[in-house]
């Protein structure tokens, strides 16, 4: 039977969503693309848990993660059933509906039938009676923004979802469906964006402006553009690289990338960090940022994800040798 580490809280730092009552470790377990139909339960299980003995209680999920519709959320289910259940007053456990999941006009997108439907099968999934942080995933270019709103209201209100977020909206969008939320008190706490040092978007469309009007916190997702910032691509960038569609338009240019990836990588060896945990740490150096949602396929992955945590402090003349790299 798993007992969680006694020490699991010693090492970790909690970092608060804005100005609410939302705290998240500044590392989240993301389950985005290792967890799916095709994963091995047992390994995942250890990896998993070995998050939660060090500290990391969030759990980043969507019901579109996998491989396969739903099955990371079915993985985390089985997991926190046999395992995490006794520790659920401890988790943050958050999810996602947005993206296609069913046959028909209402499998996808941000309407309020759409939301609440996806909302009660994810539930079941995991075995929960509500998350913590309930996401719609992306704008709806359909719907009117103030129906999405008050779909994710009124979940609050049903106790299916504690706080509500949104992903993969940019400043305009961000600054609406804000307005909605302090209208009808929804506590509404983070935008879940792409951000990474080569993907900088959330600083040039507004959307970080928007969110540090109204005080509210900023999740990183892809803090590592898929790999792209580690010491894998220091020697070239293969044709066939798939990279998530908010990072695409990094490879413009590959020797360009190649040859930042590498006086990136110069900066992160005098930090005696890798090039993934400086990105990592670069993220976490904003205040904006509430915490960095990484995926981990084994515990040596993990441990050095955590890494990063050891020095996230940069000099400003660190700072400014990285900024102009990226120009």
Do not use: C
Not at 236 to 258: M, R, Y
């Amino acid at each position: 039977m798993y007992k969680a580490s006694d020490s699991r809280y010693d090492n970790i730092k909690v970092r608060r969503a804005g100005n609410s009552g939302l705290q998240l470790p500044a590392i989240s377990f993301g389950m985005w693309h290792s967890y799916g139909d095709d994963a091995n339960f047992k390994d995942s299980e250890k990896v998993m848990l070995e998050a939660f003995n060090k500290g990391i209680f969030s759990y980043d999920l969507a019901n579109n993660y996998g491989p396969g519709s739903g099955a990371a959320e079915r993985m985390f289910g089985q997991v926190y059933r046999k395992d995490l259940k006794p520790y659920r007053d401890e988790l943050i456990i958050t999810t996602k509906a947005g993206y296609h999941m069913w046959p028909g006009p209402y499998g996808s997108f941000s309407s309020k039938k759409t939301l609440v439907a996806a909302l009660d099968v994810s539930l079941q999934r995991m075995g929960l009676d509500y998350v913590d942080v309930y996401y719609s995933h992306r704008f709806d270019p359909n719907t009117n923004l103030e129906e999405t709103a008050a779909a994710l209201d009124g979940i609050v209100k049903s106790g299916k979802a504690l706080y509500v977020g949104i992903s993969n909206y940019n400043g305009e969008q961000t600054k609406e469906i804000t307005k909605y939320f302090k209208e009808m008190h929804t506590p509404f706490v983070v935008n879940q964006v792409s951000y990474n040092m080569l993907n900088r978007e959330p600083e040039l469309d507004g959307t970080i402006d928007a969110l540090k009007e109204d005080n509210n916190g900023l999740v990183a997702y892809g803090p590592l553009a898929e790999g792209l910032l580690t010491d894998k691509y220091l020697n070239g960038i293969p044709d066939d690289i798939k990279l998530h569609w908010s990072n695409s338009f990094v490879l413009n240019s590959k020797q360009e990338i190649v040859n930042k990836l590498n006086q990136l990588n110069n900066i992160a060896k005098q930090r005696n960090q890798s090039l993934a945990q400086m990105g990592l740490a670069w993220l976490l150096n904003k205040d904006i940022v509430t915490s960095v949602v990484t995926g981990a396929s084994t515990v040596d992955h993990l441990n050095n994800n955590l890494k990063a945590l050891d020095n996230t402090d940069f000099s400003s003349s660190e700072l400014d040798a990285i900024n102009n790299i990226l120009k």
